[in-house]
């Protein structure tokens, strides 16, 4: 019998944010509005949207600030306004009809200039949490998402950390950071949502080498 799914993207933020150890690792995130976009982009300069339901990178949209214009990428189309206003108007006409949530935009490590994150499968089998898969996922030229379906490359972790950081030690630190990170996480989830039993970890590891969550998955592809 399938174990418990959770699609909604914010109920396990919120969650997650309630340690303290695990809230220094994920992105500033709030729900979607005007206001809350208007002051993350001039926080921040870049913020993700991205819809509270659904995976493959569907509906994801990369919004950025800068020198007074404002822009959004939807795959690899973007748009450029000179005001928010009307930035926010032609957001809503191209973002599928679903609540969203904006994210604090990350800029990634990169390899050949094609951002690279990760993701961590692990399952819960015979009442044991066992890893299934650590692995790399770079971006197809042009585009800001990974997402395997939406033309995304399937890396090794290691191929990717040793391609993307470049530091001598960094892919055995970064490696085991991510699990010691999918650690502490597996019990915060499974005590807030009993049942559960498989887990897909979207990490990035940004140009300083920190490592983010950006998403858990209940029911990871």
């Given at each position: 019998m399938a174990g418990r799914q959770l699609a909604n993207k914010w109920l396990k933020t919120e969650a997650l944010l309630r340690n303290a150890d695990v809230a220094a690792h994920i992105p500033q995130t709030r729900m979607y509005s005007a206001e809350s976009?208007?002051?993350?982009?001039?926080?921040?300069?870049?913020?993700?949207?991205k819809p509270l339901r659904?995976?493959?990178?569907?509906g994801v949209i990369k919004v950025t600030y800068s020198r007074g214009v404002y822009a959004f990428t939807n795959m690899s189309a973007q748009k450029a306004f000179r005001s928010f206003d009307a930035m926010f108007q032609a957001l809503n006409r191209v973002k599928v009809g679903r609540k969203y949530?904006?994210?604090?935009?990350?800029?990634l490590a990169r390899i050949g200039g094609r951002p690279i994150d990760y993701r961590v499968k692990v399952v819960k089998q015979n009442?044991?949490?066992?890893?299934?898969a650590m692995v790399g996922r770079l971006a197809r030229p042009g585009l800001f998402v990974t997402n395997l379906c939406k033309g995304g490359s399937l890396l090794t972790a290691k191929q990717g950390l040793a391609l993307s950081l470049r530091r001598k030690g960094a892919v055995r630190q970064k490696r085991q950071e991510m699990r010691n990170l999918t650690n502490t996480c597996i019990g915060i989830l499974?005590?807030?949502?009993?049942?559960?039993?498989?887990?897909?970890?979207d990490y990035g590891i940004d140009r300083s080498g920190k490592v983010w969550i950006f998403e858990v998955n209940t029911r990871p592809q």
């Open positions: 976009l208007r002051s993350m982009l001039h926080q921040f300069g870049m913020v993700v949207i659904g995976g493959g990178g569907y949530m904006i994210q604090q935009g990350i800029h009442g044991a949490w066992v890893y299934r499974e005590s807030a949502f009993p049942g559960i039993d498989q887990l897909g970890f």
